[in-house]
């Protein structure tokens, strides 16, 4: 099979042909970049050349979205000359979206950094690797010396494998920071906050595949069609399967939209006043589980309380949702059970996200849709490992695991890594600092600077920060910078800094953004399908990837590059002690059995790099939908052994493909809610009632499972003497020999115990979730009553503004709300997407939609250069006009980079690395604006004005 070249016009510019979108992309050479792809670029069959040398197949998986597609990549010679969808994967049966057929031109593209440059009297000039870490790590080193570890910030990638995402984590507390973060603060944080402290775990309850047995999908803030292109094929399997209910909660018609059984849209900022208007009907109508929130659910009462307010009246005036819709999607979400409930970035990137979120599952425990096949709380995450690398703890506030920052964290993993603590401590700066409630507390154990705020751990004055000095070197190790707000106050950001280094396959736009004449250094990575390792997908499935071709060009692994760049900095012995390290590069193997060791608390023990390696090599015999494998060498597994997947690998669980699903036994897969939070609030228990697991010997609530535990219930004799003289003073999280686990579930039990769900988070701002408008918000007469909160003084070592900001009335002059979203033809900061010809086709240009009122009210036509201004930025684009978009509501993607409020940056990138497409940041323009638990950015409500260019 393949994927003809097209050669007439173009749908994306409606009229523009190959040849003039060659020239105005900046090929100057023609045709010929693209020529050279012509015979094999995309899909097609795996022939050899007559007399040629013989095609050989190679398993791998996606590199874009959460979904984790399998693509079976043909080489020839070492080269990569082909690729297929696998028909046999379970995920996408052969299915691709546009990114995914042409994956291939991430591996081989031209537009990628060839070798390590640095930029020298305002030239790019190559050098040699050995150059390269020589001249960085001298200059961290003496950054170090002068101001502290703290003033180096390692930002991380959610692009890595879970081996050099563990890695990178491991590298970072050995340089003494935990300034260190990745893309997931800023997609999903609110989510694994939410979550978590909803139920016990932060991730995606059921799987993509288990969307075949939901009766009713609820996508809210999420947009599959275009952002998760093959997920939509489970969806549209419900609805064909079950006649399942689609409804679509979005302030855009979007293209999933155009597949719903019922679309609703909502102001934008007003997902919690959306949801409690849905429980409203419900608790009105007595549709709620009764049963189930007495069992399992913690805090109801409250809810309820709180959802009184919001009257069909009240949801209409903040919502903009009129009784009669509302009633008819609760009565939809009512009627049809098992329903599923799915949301992305547009109900995280908010500064109540957490709230949005507690709504969400606080309304899956109304309805009794927890712990079931079809139902759960299915969370799209973003990247191919965005899942994995916050499981890893790239994130400024966790060590791997979720393990938080607590001296008995630190303990824990410093026996992991077979190290001496003391030795680990002291490469933190040992002063204190007011922490976020004003008690002193030193940086090792003090959460660092989110990666949202990075720009001002630079800016603000240091007097205001809780650290020794500010940011004075930034490493971009696979990160695109235009995925962060307030694009204005980045580049001051980045042209303060001492040091910028780039590690990535492309320059991404941090190479031309700041005004600078030297102090950046480019460090060209491999891709992912240079080496090889385990990828986690959304639904918690670690795969495992092989090697497609060797590192193109002078391009290195990440685990490579940080190995090297540890030997400069002098820890390269204790970063690998007990990983073997061949010619520069740690094995990946031998990285995953040392996260294997002390992964506990999320069940990251049982995946070992055989059992995933077989798993690989029989995708075919895992069922579609339960994902069970059906006879064959992985028989009774699930796929991607999701975690938890209790215990050593020896133990030989399956995996929990649905999370707190009490129908079947703990061994094989069952689950209770967490006991995360105690045994008891205000004299209320917090554990479940009544009910447990299939075939647990405990037939009622119990908390999580220590030593002493088990000596209470007489089952300490169940563990081998090594069991025991590893469990003794240990609990489930770090017993590491894995024995106090094994003899929990041996006994029917879930090692972290059986407790409710709770809807009352009380230690979070607001602990049963309130609507707050926005900083930015045109509704003024809606400010007083649903206020937003107080300035804070420290939170994540920084100053943050809330109040300051919506006590202005920016709706005068910036009358139309702005928010944001995804494309299907790019990725992310888009770098790698527009680099690639195939994709860079369909879209070439940035753009705004604007609803045909605003249009002509402004006099803007289709096709029209515009100026997007809001209070701190501006840029300038291409007019859409459509009624996708609601009167008094604006549209922007996010891919788009190397414009800067109208100056085209295109001369600024290094030779032949620049992106075949080219557009403003929407994120230069987008506002201040942080979550009030995680510092999510507020990317989905702003305010701006649109003008004619």
Same mark, same amino acid.
């Given at each position: 099979?393949?994927?003809?070249?097209?050669?007439?016009?173009?749908?994306?510019?409606?009229g523009?042909?190959?040849?003039?979108?060659l020239?105005t992309?900046? /090929?100057?050479?023609?045709? =010929? *970049? #693209?020529a @050279?792809?012509?015979?094999?670029?995309m899909?097609? $069959?795996?022939?050899a050349?007559?007399g040629?040398?013989?095609v050989?197949?190679?398993?791998?998986?996606?590199?874009?979205?959460?979904?984790?597609?399998?693509i079976?990549?043909e080489?020839q010679?070492?080269?990569?000359?082909?690729?297929?969808?696998a028909?046999d994967?379970?995920f996408?049966?052969?299915?691709?979206?546009?990114?995914?057929a042409?994956?291939?031109?991430?591996?081989?593209?031209?537009?990628r950094?060839k070798?390590?440059?640095?930029?020298e009297n305002?030239?790019?000039?190559r050098?040699?690797?050995?150059?390269?870490?020589d001249?960085?790590?001298?200059?961290?080193?003496?950054?170090r010396?002068?101001?502290?570890?703290?003033a180096?910030?390692?930002?991380?990638?959610a692009?890595?494998?879970?081996?050099?995402?563990? /890695?990178?984590?491991?590298? =970072? *507390? #050995?340089? @003494?920071?935990?300034?260190?973060?990745?893309?997931? $603060?800023?997609?999903?944080?609110?989510?694994v906050?939410?979550v978590?402290?909803?139920?016990g775990?932060?991730?995606?309850?059921?799987?993509?595949?288990?969307?075949?047995?939901?009766?009713?999908v609820?996508?809210?803030?999420?947009n599959p069609?275009?952002?998760?292109?093959?997920?939509?094929?489970?969806?549209?399997r419900?609805?064909?399967?079950n006649?399942?209910a689609?409804?679509?909660?979005?302030?855009?018609?979007?293209?999933?939209?155009?597949?719903?059984?019922e679309?609703?849209?909502?102001?934008?900022?007003?997902?919690?006043?959306?949801?409690?208007?849905l429980?409203?009907?419900?608790?009105e109508?007595g549709?709620?589980?009764?049963?189930?929130i007495?069992?399992?659910?913690?805090?109801?009462?409250?809810v309820?309380a709180e959802?009184?307010?919001w009257?069909?009246r009240?949801v209409?005036?903040?919502?903009?949702?009129?009784?009669?819709q509302?009633?008819?999607?609760?009565?939809?979400?009512a009627?049809?059970?098992?329903?599923t409930?799915v949301?992305?970035?547009?109900?995280t990137?908010?500064?109540?996200?957490?709230?949005?979120?507690?709504a969400?599952?606080?309304?899956?425990?109304?309805?009794?849709?927890?712990?079931?096949?079809?139902?759960g709380?299915n969370i799209?995450?973003?990247?191919d490992?965005?899942?994995?690398?916050t499981?890893?703890g790239?994130?400024?506030?966790?060590?791997?695991?979720?393990y938080?920052?607590s001296?008995?964290?630190?303990?824990h993993?410093?026996?992991?890594w077979?190290?001496?603590?003391?030795w680990?401590?002291a490469?933190?700066?040992?002063?204190?600092y007011?922490?976020?409630?004003?008690?002193?507390?030193?940086?090792?154990?003090y959460?660092?600077?989110?990666?949202?705020?990075?720009?001002?751990?630079?800016l603000?004055d240091?007097?205001?920060?809780g650290?020794?000095d500010?940011?004075?070197?930034?490493?971009f190790?696979?990160?695109?910078?235009?995925?962060?707000?307030r694009?204005?106050e980045?580049?001051?950001?980045?042209e303060?800094?001492?040091?910028?280094?780039?590690?990535?396959p492309?320059?991404?736009?941090?190479?031309?953004?700041?005004?600078?004449?030297?102090?950046?250094?480019?460090?060209?990575?491999?891709?992912?399908?240079?080496?090889?390792?385990?990828?986690?997908?959304?639904?918690?499935?670690?795969?495992?990837?092989d090697?497609?071709?060797?590192?193109?060009?002078?391009?290195?692994?990440?685990?490579?590059i940080?190995?090297?760049?540890?030997?400069?900095?002098?820890?390269?012995?204790?970063?690998?002690k007990?990983?073997?390290?061949r010619?520069?590069e740690?094995l990946?193997?031998?990285?995953l059995?040392?996260?294997?060791?002390?992964?506990?608390?999320?069940?990251?023990?049982?995946?070992?790099?055989e059992?995933?390696?077989?798993?690989q090599?029989?995708?075919g015999?895992f069922?579609?939908?339960?994902?069970?494998?059906?006879?064959?060498p992985?028989?009774?597994?699930?796929?991607?052994l999701?975690?938890?997947?209790?215990?050593?690998?020896?133990?030989?669980h399956p995996?929990?493909p649905i999370?707190y699903?009490?129908?079947?036994?703990?061994?094989?897969g069952?689950l209770?809610?967490?006991?995360?939070?105690?045994?008891?609030r205000?004299?209320v228990s917090?554990?479940?009632?009544?009910?447990?697991?299939?075939?647990?010997e405990?037939r009622d609530?119990?908390?999580e499972?220590?030593d002493k535990?088990?000596?209470?219930?007489?089952?300490?004799?169940?563990?081998?003497?090594e069991?025991?003289n590893?469990?003794?003073?240990?609990?489930?999280?770090?017993?590491?020999?894995?024995?106090?686990?094994?003899?929990a579930?041996?006994?029917?039990?879930?090692?972290?115990?059986?407790?409710?769900?709770r809807?009352?988070?009380?230690?979070?701002?607001?602990?049963?979730?309130?609507?707050r408008?926005?900083?930015?918000?045109?509704?003024?007469?809606?400010?007083?009553?649903?206020?937003?909160?107080?300035d804070?003084?420290r939170?994540?070592?920084l100053?943050?503004?809330?109040?300051s900001?919506?006590?202005?009335?920016?709706?005068?002059d910036?009358?139309?709300i702005?928010?944001?979203?995804?494309?299907?033809?790019?990725?992310?900061?888009?770098?790698?997407s527009?680099?690639?010809p195939?994709l860079a086709?369909?879209?070439?240009?940035?753009?705004?939609?604007i609803?045909?009122?605003?249009?002509?009210?402004?006099?803007?036509?289709d096709?029209?250069?515009?100026?997007?201004?809001?209070?701190?930025g501006?840029?300038?684009?291409?007019?859409?006009?459509?009624r996708?978009?609601?009167p008094?509501?604006?549209?922007?993607p996010?891919?788009?980079?190397?414009?800067?409020?109208?100056?085209?940056?295109?001369?600024?990138?290094?030779?032949?690395?620049?992106p075949?497409v080219?557009?403003?940041?929407?994120?230069?323009?987008?506002t201040?604006?942080?979550?009030?638990?995680?510092?999510?950015?507020?990317?989905?409500?702003?305010?701006?004005?649109i003008?004619?260019?």
């Amino acid at each position: 099979m393949r994927l003809i070249k097209k050669t007439g016009a173009s749908a994306a510019t409606g009229g523009m042909d190959r040849r003039t979108f060659l020239k105005t992309s900046g /090929l100057a050479a023609g045709g =010929a *970049a #693209l020529a @050279g792809l012509a015979p094999g670029a995309m899909m097609r $069959r795996a022939e050899a050349a007559e007399g040629g040398a013989k095609v050989e197949t190679v398993r791998t998986v996606c590199t874009h979205c959460s979904v984790g597609c399998g693509i079976i990549a043909e080489v020839q010679n070492g080269v990569w000359v082909g690729q297929e969808p696998a028909f046999d994967h379970p995920f996408n049966r052969g299915a691709h979206c546009a990114k995914g057929a042409s994956v291939r031109e991430h591996g081989i593209g031209e537009r990628r950094l060839k070798y390590p440059m640095k930029l020298e009297n305002g030239k790019w000039k190559r050098i040699s690797w050995e150059q390269a870490i020589d001249e960085v790590g001298e200059r961290l080193l003496a950054i170090r010396q002068q101001s502290g570890p703290d003033a180096v910030y390692w930002l991380g990638s959610a692009k890595h494998s879970n081996e050099q995402a563990y /890695l990178f984590r491991k590298m =970072a *507390a #050995l340089w @003494g920071t935990n300034n260190v973060d990745h893309q997931a $603060r800023i997609c999903h944080s609110t989510t694994v906050a939410g979550v978590a402290n909803t139920w016990g775990y932060g991730a995606m309850t059921n799987s993509y595949n288990d969307i075949h047995n939901s009766r009713a999908v609820l996508l809210i803030g999420s947009n599959p069609a275009e952002a998760h292109p093959v997920a939509l094929q489970h969806i549209l399997r419900a609805k064909e399967r079950n006649n399942a209910a689609i409804i679509v909660v979005d302030p855009r018609y979007t293209r999933t939209a155009a597949k719903a059984t019922e679309y609703v849209r909502i102001r934008p900022g007003t997902d919690v006043p959306f949801i409690w208007g849905l429980l409203w009907h419900i608790f009105e109508n007595g549709w709620e589980d009764r049963e189930f929130i007495r069992t399992r659910v913690y805090g109801m009462d409250k809810v309820r309380a709180e959802v009184k307010k919001w009257h069909p009246r009240e949801v209409e005036n903040v919502v903009g949702v009129s009784e009669q819709q509302m009633r008819r999607v609760a009565k939809m979400l009512a009627d049809n059970r098992p329903g599923t409930i799915v949301w992305c970035m547009g109900g995280t990137q908010h500064t109540i996200g957490n709230n949005n979120t507690r709504a969400y599952c606080i309304l899956q425990l109304a309805l009794g849709n927890m712990g079931t096949a079809g139902g759960g709380a299915n969370i799209f995450r973003g990247h191919d490992n965005v899942q994995g690398a916050t499981d890893l703890g790239v994130l400024s506030h966790t060590l791997p695991g979720y393990y938080g920052l607590s001296e008995g964290a630190w303990r824990h993993w410093a026996r992991v890594w077979d190290l001496d603590f003391d030795w680990i401590a002291a490469r933190f700066d040992q002063n204190e600092y007011a922490g976020d409630n004003g008690k002193p507390v030193k940086p090792m154990f003090y959460k660092g600077i989110p990666v949202s705020r990075w720009i001002d751990g630079v800016l603000e004055d240091k007097e205001n920060i809780g650290q020794r000095d500010n940011i004075r070197a930034m490493i971009f190790w696979g990160h695109a910078p235009n995925s962060q707000t307030r694009g204005v106050e980045m580049k001051k950001a980045m042209e303060r800094l001492d040091l910028i280094v780039v590690v990535d396959p492309y320059p991404t736009f941090t190479a031309v953004l700041p005004d600078r004449k030297d102090g950046i250094y480019l460090l060209p990575a491999a891709t992912q399908f240079e080496t090889y390792g385990s990828v986690t997908a959304s639904n918690r499935s670690l795969q495992w990837r092989d090697r497609v071709i060797e590192p193109m060009f002078e391009s290195l692994p990440d685990h490579t590059i940080m190995y090297k760049l540890a030997k400069k900095l002098g820890f390269a012995a204790e970063l690998t002690k007990h990983i073997e390290v061949r010619n520069d590069e740690p094995l990946v193997e031998d990285i995953l059995r040392e996260l294997n060791r002390g992964m506990w608390t999320i069940g990251y023990t049982g995946q070992s790099p055989e059992r995933l390696k077989r798993q690989q090599r029989n995708w075919g015999t895992f069922n579609y939908t339960t994902l069970q494998a059906e006879g064959g060498p992985c028989n009774g597994e699930y796929y991607g052994l999701p975690w938890p997947c209790w215990g050593t690998p020896e133990l030989g669980h399956p995996g929990t493909p649905i999370l707190y699903d009490m129908s079947k036994p703990v061994a094989k897969g069952g689950l209770t809610f967490r006991a995360r939070f105690g045994v008891e609030r205000n004299g209320v228990s917090l554990l479940a009632d009544g009910v447990y697991s299939v075939g647990s010997e405990i037939r009622d609530g119990y908390p999580e499972f220590t030593d002493k535990l088990l000596k209470q219930l007489g089952w300490w004799d169940d563990l081998t003497p090594e069991e025991k003289n590893a469990a003794e003073g240990r609990n489930w999280k770090t017993d590491l020999s894995g024995g106090i686990q094994r003899v929990a579930i041996q006994h029917g039990c879930a090692p972290f115990g059986n407790a409710k769900a709770r809807c009352e988070v009380w230690n979070f701002p607001d602990p049963i979730p309130v609507h707050r408008e926005p900083l930015y918000t045109p509704r003024r007469d809606l400010v007083a009553k649903y206020p937003t909160y107080e300035d804070r003084k420290r939170f994540y070592r920084l100053p943050t503004r809330y109040r300051s900001i919506q006590e202005t009335d920016f709706s005068r002059d910036f009358p139309i709300i702005l928010t944001s979203g995804r494309l299907v033809e790019y990725e992310g900061g888009g770098d790698e997407s527009r680099s690639n010809p195939w994709l860079a086709e369909l879209q070439q240009h940035m753009f705004v939609e604007i609803h045909p009122v605003d249009a002509n009210n402004n006099g803007i036509r289709d096709g029209q250069q515009v100026w997007v201004e809001t209070p701190e930025g501006r840029i300038k684009v291409m007019a859409l006009v459509t009624r996708r978009v609601a009167p008094g509501v604006a549209f922007l993607p996010f891919h788009f980079a190397g414009h800067f409020q109208g100056e085209d940056l295109r001369a600024k990138y290094p030779p032949g690395a620049d992106p075949y497409v080219l557009g403003e940041a929407a994120n230069t323009a987008m506002t201040y604006g942080y979550d009030s638990v995680t510092q999510m950015q507020e990317s989905k409500v702003s305010l701006c004005r649109i003008r004619a260019a």
